[in-house]
């Protein structure tokens, strides 16, 4: 898949394909769904699957007090786009400029001037262009005017409603994991890099890699004991454990938060590793302990029903 950031002025984009344009922060179920459209109408018309999205997000510029946290980094966006089949992922900067065009303006020179599509998809409440004034019907008629033909795709919906990006972080911020799981199609994870601690873990017994998040704007889940999974980027590979997020304090935590995972059956260094930790379950919320050795017992308890929910998935 090929990456692009910029007005695409002067530039070789995919042209005559099909395209779809979002955050697709999460990239959820539905926007799962919305994408897959898109690729089999891009099959169809022998052209390429364009993902058009906005960096940063809208609300930065418009509102920046309103900004959600992220629910994934950009590598994971990516990445997961180019596995669903998209061939370009276009980030457009959105500038207080940019958020002045009208509807008309974004559809003639971004997806017929830059882009020459022939297909559109959007979710069905899409909505574009200064204060959001261009919706569906509208782009529909731009298409027939300009030669693309537009489809607004339904909302993916489960017995509790629309899956939302809204939802999920909702369920994040609660430790609801197994429930974003449901919406996301896959564990939620965050993006972070292997670094050195205060080697406690090890002194007690129960070993940990520290995991530093790489990008702070991605949203971390309530404090608490987690069965989880940590995979390094782009290598085969992972390892099911046992991770702890909070304030650690038995350990006498200064009050920033941290993130670490006992590894099972685990050897060797993963110091300086880009990493990907995946929150499966939670467990128990964070709580303090009456010495280490308190801390110890519980810690072995934690780790025996997260090898019980591992063991159980595998069955």
Known sequence: MIELRGDGRGRPLGRGGAVTIGNFDGLHRG???????????????????????????????????????????????AERLAALGVDLLWRVPFTAEFA????????????????????????????????RAGDVALLARLGAELGFAV??????????????????????????????????????????????????GRRIGWPTANVAPADPRQLL????????????????GSWAGVANL????????SGLTT????????????YGRAVELSFERRLRAERRFDGFDALREQI??????????????TR
Do not use: M
């Open 31 to 77: 926007q799962q769904a919305l994408v897959a459209h898109v690729v089999r109408r891009a099959a169809e018309l022998g052209g390429p699957a364009v993902v058009l999205t906005f960096d940063p997000h809208p609300l930065a510029v418009l509102a920046p007090a309103r900004v959600p946290a992220r629910l994934t980094s950009d590598r994971q966006r």
């Open 100 to 131: 002045l065009w009208p509807p008309e303006r974004f559809v003639r020179e971004l997806l017929v001037e830059r882009l020459g599509a022939r297909a559109v998809a959007v979710g069905s409440r899409f909505a574009f262009g200064h204060e």
């Open 151 to 200: 489809t607004g795709v339904e909302e993916h919906a489960d017995a509790d409603g629309a899956v939302s990006s809204t939802r999920i972080r909702a369920a994040v911020a609660a430790g609801e994991v197994e429930a974003a799981t449901a919406l996301l199609g896959r564990p939620y994870a965050v993006d972070g890099s292997v670094v050195h601690g205060d080697q406690t």
């Open 221 to 236: 889940p309530a404090a608490g004991v987690y069965a989880a999974r940590l995979a390094p980027v782009r290598e085969a």
């Open 246 to 253: 909070g304030v650690r304090p038995t350990r006498g935590g």
């Open 259 to 270: 993130l670490e995972i006992h590894l099972f059956d685990f050897e060797g260094d993963l």
């Open 300 to 313: 072995a308890c934690d780790a025996a029903e997260a090898r019980e929910y591992f063991g159980a998935k």
